[in-house]
């Protein structure tokens, strides 16, 4: 599965939000500078994020945003469902297929999907920003596992 970009841009904003102390506000621009990602295509994800309840919005010269809920309350999962528009492995219906109604294609695709999901489930983003922010405060530390 190929994850789209609004997902990728979605995970970065919480990566970088999660590396901030506690209350520590931050704003478009700064993630913007420092993931060289637009800003409006990064102003489209945060509001997905705060209308969702992942990230909070605070208005005002002297706002910003931070995440809403702990690192650990926060599944791969959930982000994953959240920014991506489609979860179909397969289109079937348009144009409609000469082999839809005698192939399992689809069937097995969605079980895999499902077990993919699934796996995802139990991973937060407490267990992928230790690891993230470990490398961007140890650059030259190379992990061996």
Not at 13 to 26: D, F, N, Q
Not at 70 to 98: F, G, H, S
Not at 117 to 132: G, K, R
């Amino acid at each position: 599965m190929q994850l789209t970009k609004q997902t990728d841009f979605a995970f970065r904003v919480l990566i970088y939000l999660a590396s901030k102390k506690t209350g520590e506000l931050s704003n478009i621009q700064m993630i913007s500078e420092r993931y060289e990602i637009s800003k409006s295509h990064l102003m489209k994800v945060v509001q997905k994020l705060v209308s969702h309840g992942l990230v909070t919005s605070i208005r005002g010269q002297y706002g910003g945003i931070l995440l809403e809920k702990e690192l650990d309350e926060i599944t791969l999962r959930q982000v994953i469902e959240l920014m991506e528009a489609t979860l179909t492995p397969v289109n079937c219906d348009e144009p409609v297929c000469k082999l839809k109604e005698v192939c399992r294609l689809k069937t097995y695709l969605i079980q895999a999907q499902n077990q993919y999901l699934t796996y995802l489930e139990q991973f937060t983003l407490a267990d992928i920003v230790n690891d993230t922010i470990r490398q961007e405060i140890f650059p030259d530390m190379i992990r061996l596992n």
